[in-house]
């Protein structure tokens, strides 16, 4: 069971707009920064978002993240096949002294 | 181009150990912490240890604490784990991670990954 909460899997067609949430606690995302990954099994994962709004340079811009009190989202805009792979959240936890990574969510292009 | 790249993976028998290298290239390795991160088989990933530049702050998971030892050399641009009393759950593809010069960890560049397979 992760300390952060993401929905196992998302789908969408292509050109649509899609949403994948992260749910975390007072100890975690509502204090620290969130980030954002994009991994497809058998590469090194990409950091696509980093705190918690702000796109790397390289990134397209239709990866976009938020976040508010407790939960963080990312938003991919004009979905494309290439899309398709793991995406997970990340943040410190205070409490733990650790960072935590979200269960990950598997998206899937229509 | 930053580079990490790991070795140092392999097979081995549960309670024994490894030692993991992530050499860096390209990038001021001594004034970046560094975090080593894990993926199990059909698992998520799961972050492991981090590292401040000095060598002074480190952090472990609960799940390798007293078992896993991270260490780096800033002369030679490496970051190493070192695992003990390794177990089966233990088996994953190891990644070596950046962190961040001024704040907390991006992870902005990963290497391609090591795998672990402990098994008798």
């Known amino acids: 069971q992760s300390v952060l909460t993401q929905p196992p899997s998302a789908s969408g067609t292509p050109g649509q707009r899609v949403t994948i949430s992260c749910s975390g606690s007072n100890s975690n995302i509502a204090s620290n920064i969130v980030n954002w990954f994009q991994h497809v099994p058998g590469t090194a994962p990409k950091l696509l978002i980093h705190s918690n709004d702000q796109r790397p340079s390289g990134v397209s811009d239709r990866f976009s993240g938020s976040k508010s009190g407790t939960s963080a989202s990312l938003a991919i805009s004009g979905l494309q096949s290439e899309d398709e792979a793991d995406y997970y959240c990340?943040?410190?936890?205070?409490?733990?002294?650790?960072?935590?990574f979200g269960g990950g969510t598997k998206l899937s292009v229509l | 181009e930053v580079q990490l790249v790991e070795s140092g993976g392999g097979l081995v028998q549960p309670g024994g150990s490894l030692r993991l290298s992530c050499a860096a290239s390209d990038f001021a390795f001594n004034i970046y912490t560094m975090n080593w991160v894990r993926q199990a088989p059909g698992k998520g990933l799961e972050w492991v240890s981090h590292?401040?530049?000095?060598?002074?702050?480190?952090h472990y998971a609960d799940s390798v604490k007293g078992r896993f030892t991270i260490s780096r050399d800033n002369a030679k641009n490496s970051l190493y784990l070192q695992m003990d009393r390794l177990r089966v759950e233990d088996t994953a593809v190891y990644y070596c991670a950046r962190g961040n010069h001024n704040g907390p960890s991006l992870f902005d560049y990963w290497g391609q990954g090591t795998l672990v397979t402990v098994s008798s």
């Open positions: 990340a943040t410190w936890d205070g409490s733990l002294t650790a960072w935590v």
């Open positions: 590292i401040s530049s000095s060598s002074y702050t480190i």
